[in-house]
């Protein structure tokens, strides 16, 4: 991976609807414009995330999407749906004077990658995806149900904070994450995130997160799990069906998936569903990595193909 050069450039926009994105811009202004689209939904960019962007090669541009992150206001719901991101995404690149780019993202960043591809062909150079989340009724009951037996302690301590005569552990989250009583809303969230961290490397012992302790790391996190939450009620107002309906339009551009054998969040047979949807796509398995981005074998994958389009679309890599 490259070091974390500072920005070239920050700033908000304002996108409407009372809602302003923050972004940056780094790397190279004369390299290959590269958009990245975090996943969550709720998450946010990080400084870690530019380590994957050769800043020689690119001109790489992160933002936080509506009331993710820096974006303003926090955790907010009203007019937050994919069509909204999908927009945003559009003014941003006007905003910044690209004329095409290529669009990366990972896991929820994935699926809104290719949402995006599909709406705005012409403003699009390349794809390239990691962890494909597929936004359907298989994917998030395997989250919230099907993948318990591989953590169950886990589980138990995340299912607990929803009374147990209810079925519905992700309506039960969410009335939690929306409610008045926020010490509630900070234990669903902090358990939530653990029940995360153990999907991420189940059969080991968790790490220790002592900065789940810390008040304003679970206020973000509330924001953070409260659009997560919205956004899977609604199947991230796609579902399986609408992410394959919209693959089906995709314009002729090179496609390249990464996904990690080993991943517990979004199941590899996701990525091989992906790559057999998509006529001349690519699909690279990174051998004993989960859902991190950064495991060595993800990265390596990652900054493979990003390298690849940087040399005028050149796919020459050997399925795994």
């Excluded at 006529?279 to 690849?308: C, K, Q, T, V, Y």
Aim: overall charge negative; some cysteine.
């Amino acid at each position: 991976m490259f070091s974390p050069l500072e920005p070239l450039s920050t700033g908000y926009l304002d996108v409407g609807d009372g809602h302003r994105l923050y972004f940056e811009t780094c790397g190279n202004p004369r390299g290959l414009p590269v958009v990245v689209l975090h996943g969550g939904p709720g998450s946010g960019t990080s400084a870690r995330m530019r380590t994957l962007y050769d800043p020689e090669r690119f001109h790489t541009v992160l933002f936080d999407q509506r009331s993710c992150g820096r974006s303003l206001p926090q955790g907010e719901l009203h007019a937050n749906d994919l069509n909204a991101l999908i927009a945003d995404i559009e003014r941003l690149r006007i905003h910044l004077g690209i004329a095409r780019w290529l669009v990366s993202g990972g896991s929820w960043g994935a699926t809104l990658a290719l949402a995006y591809a599909a709406n705005a062909p012409q403003a699009v150079l390349g794809i390239l995806v990691r962890s494909v989340f597929l936004a359907g009724d298989h994917d998030i009951q395997w989250f919230f149900q099907g993948a318990k037996a591989l953590v169950p302690q886990a589980w138990e301590a995340f299912a607990a904070q929803v009374t147990p005569e209810s079925a519905d552990l992700l309506g039960g989250l969410r009335r939690c994450l929306n409610g008045n009583d926020l010490a509630q809303a900070r234990q669903a969230a902090v358990a939530w995130a653990r029940y995360e961290q153990s999907l991420a490397q189940p059969g080991q012992a968790p790490l220790p997160s002592p900065e789940l302790d810390d008040l304003a790391t679970q206020d973000r996190l509330v924001r953070k799990y409260r659009i997560q939450a919205h956004y899977l009620a609604h199947q991230c107002f796609l579902g399986e069906t609408g992410i394959f309906s919209l693959i089906a339009r995709l314009p002729a551009i090179p496609v390249a998936i990464v996904h990690g054998r080993l991943d517990c969040v979004c199941q590899p047979e996701n990525a091989r569903r992906l790559q057999q949807a998509i006529p001349g796509s690519r699909l690279a398995w990174a051998d004993g990595a989960g859902h991190d981005p950064f495991h060595p074998a993800m990265s390596n994958a990652w900054i493979a193909f990003l390298h690849h389009f940087s040399e005028a679309g050149n796919f020459d890599i050997a399925e795994a």
